[in-house]
């Protein structure tokens, strides 16, 4: 099976989102977790830094739909 330069390029994108929307949720995660260990304050960086990487995922996500409709 033969694929073209086109379709090579589309799957790279989608994998780059792919990497960006779960690497920006469990990054908040992690860093929170970390900040929580660090600071004794148990669940509130850890639940504050994944919402923030959900929305920040979202964001990503909304901005490639919008760029690709274009």
Do not use: C, E
Request: no cysteine.
């Amino acid at each position: 099976m033969m694929l073209d330069r086109n379709s090579l390029l589309n799957s790279g994108r989608y994998l780059a989102l792919g990497f960006q929307i779960g690497g920006s949720i469990v990054g908040g995660l992690l860093v929170g977790y970390f900040l929580d260990d660090y600071l004794h304050t148990a669940p509130l960086f850890t639940l504050l830094l994944t919402i923030g990487g959900f929305i920040g995922a979202l964001r990503v996500l909304l901005w490639s739909l919008k760029k690709t409709s274009r």
